[in-house]
C-alpha cells in the first residue's frame, strides 16, 4: 500500500513570503496580515482540508544583501513589514482542533531559559499542537540587530545549537517528574516539590542553574522541525529533528539529500524511516489545463524580478544587483544559508543557472518547483516526486493567499484522497502522535532528548 502524503502550508507572518509581486494581486489578502482574522480562516480552510500543519517561517532582520541596503525589500515588502509568528498561533488553536503549526524560531538570539518557558505554554495552548523549528540564522542583519558586527560562522553556529537542544531537553523532560503536579485541592497541595528537579547545565555556550518554569505540556518536548541541509546540517538533523524541510528546484537535485539524511538518522540509532521530509513546491491548479495555464499567466504578471533576486541575495549572502541578468551564478561559500546557493551551483551538474534564470524561478514559490494543472495532473507528479526523491510530503508555498491554499483543499485533496493517498480524517490526539503515531506524544525513546527525561528513583524497602 502506498504511503500516505503529508501537507503542510507554508507561510510567514508578513505580505511577501515566498513570491514577490504578488501582493498586488486583486483576489490576494497578504496585506491582511494584521489581523487576526485572516489568519484564523486560514487555519480552518487548511483543516477543512486535513493539512499536517501551518509551517511559518520567519526572520530577526532585513533582507539587505541585495543593493547593500534594505530599500528594495522594504519598497517590496519581501518579508519585512514582519510580525512575530508565536504570538497568532494560539487564535488560530483556538479555531481549530487538529491542526498543527511549526514555528520557527532562531537558536542564535533566543535565550535557552525564556524561549523553554514559551514553547511549554504554546504546547498547552495548543493542547498538544506545537512545533519549533529550529534555525541558526543566515542574516548578518539580524546578527547587527542583536547586538553582533555580524553572525557566528556557519558550523559554529551547529555547535552551538548542540548545546542549546541539551539544555533544553533538560528543562523540557528533566526538570519536572510526570506526576509533580497534584492539584490537590483539600491537601493544599498543587505541586509535590520533591518531583521538580534543579537543571544543572555547564556546558560551551551555556551555563544554568534553574528549575523549568513550567509545568509538562502535553508534549513536553514540541515536535522539532529542521530545514537546513547543507551537509553539517544534516547532521544536525539526523541527530534531532523529527521532520526536516527540504528544498531544491527539482527532484534530481533533492534526491541525493533525503537518502543522505535516512543513512545519517539510522547512524544515529534512530529508525530512518520515523523522520518525516517535507519538499518545498508550490501547486496552481484549474478544473482543466488551459484554466490552470491562464491563472500561472495571470499570476506572472504580478511577479517582481527584483523582489525574487532580493530574497535570494539574502538566503546566500551574493549581492544579485552587482550582477548582469545573462551572467552565470558561480558557487560562493560564506556564513549565510548553504542550501540555496548550492541548489543553482552544485546540486544538478547538467545545468547552470543565469542571474536571470534564477529571479525567474524564485518569482513564484521560491527556490522549489511549481506544478500547473489539473487535479489529477498535479497528484501524478506528486505521486512521481516521492517516489524519486523519497520525501515523505510536501510544504506548499503560495503565489496568491488564501486563493492557492483554497485550490489545494477544494480541488487536489479530493483527488489525493480518491487514490487512497491522503488522510480522509485526522487522527486523534497530540501533533506528535498524528505525525508519527508514537502513544502517548513525547518523544520517543531513542531520541537524545528522551534520554534527559529525568527517571524517578525507587527506594527499595527494608
Known sequence: MSKEIRLNAFAMNCVVHQSPGLWRHPRDRSTEYTKLSYWTELAQTLERGKFDGLFLADVLGPYDVYGHGPDAALAGAIQIPVNDPMLIVP??????????????????????????????TLD??????????????????AARATGSMQQTAHDARYDQAEDYMELLYKLWEGSWEDDAVLRDRAGGLYTDPAKVHSVSHHGSHYRLDAIHLSEPSPQRTPVLYQAGTSPRGREFAARHAECVFVSGPSAKVLAPRVADLRRLTAAYGREPDTLKIFALM???????????????????????????????????????STLSLDE???????????????????????????????????AIGGIGPVLIGTPAQVADRLESFIVETGVDGFNLAYAVTPETFQDVVDL??????????????????TLREKLSGVKGGHLPSTHPGARLRHVPVTVAAE
Open 91 to 120: 487564535a488560530m488553536a483556538q479555531a481549530t482542533r487538529h491542526l498543527g503549526f511549526g514555528v520557527t524560531s532562531n537558536i542564535s538570539y533566543e535565550p535557552p531559559y525564556t524561549f523553554a518557558r514559551r514553547m511549554t
Open 124 to 141: 498547552h495552548l495548543t493542547e498538544g499542537r506545537a512545533g519549533w523549528n529550529i534555525v541558526t540564522g543566515y542574516l548578518d542583519s
Open 282 to 320: 508550490t501547486v496552481i491548479l484549474g478544473e482543466t489545463e488551459v484554466a490552470a495555464r491562464a491563472k500561472y499567466d495571470e499570476y506572472r504578471s504580478y511577479v517582481s524580478h527584483e523582489g525574487a533576486l532580493t530574497l535570494m541575495s539574502g538566503w546566500t549572502g551574493v549581492d544579485f
Open 328 to 362: 552565470k551564478v558561480r558557487h560562493v561559500t560564506n556564513d549565510a544559508g548553504r542550501s540555496a546557493m548550492d541548489n543553482i551551483t552544485r546540486g544538478d551538474p547538467d545545468r547552470i543557472w543565469t542571474v536571470r534564470e534564477v529571479a525567474e524561478h524564485v
Open 412 to 429: 487536489l485533496v479530493p483527488e489525493l484522497q480518491a487514490r487512497g493517498r491522503y488522510k480522509q480524517d485526522y487522527v486523534p490526539g
